[in-house]
């Protein structure tokens, strides 16, 4: 997979930056655009993570969300496993 959670993050810290640039400020209505479209890819975020839940991810992962470690298997926290 090419674009990661982390491009998301940075994509709308740039916006965010962007949006306070005093010389040259985003127009509004494109970082509304922006904002619309990663709140739907976190969204879709969150599908992937309760599909993992409920198929019992055994530490799978979609890949859109970087991880250091496997997935803690559902109904575990992380220092349980």
Known sequence: M???????RNHLFATLEALQDAEKPMDIERARAIAD???VLVDS???EVMYLKAM???GKSTGFIESE???PAPGRTHQEN
């Open 2 to 8: 090419k674009n990661k959670m982390i491009d998301l």
């Open 37 to 39: 479209v990663g709140k």
């Open 45 to 47: 975020a969150k599908v």
């Open 56 to 58: 019992d991810g055994g």
């Open 69 to 71: 470690g496997a997935l």
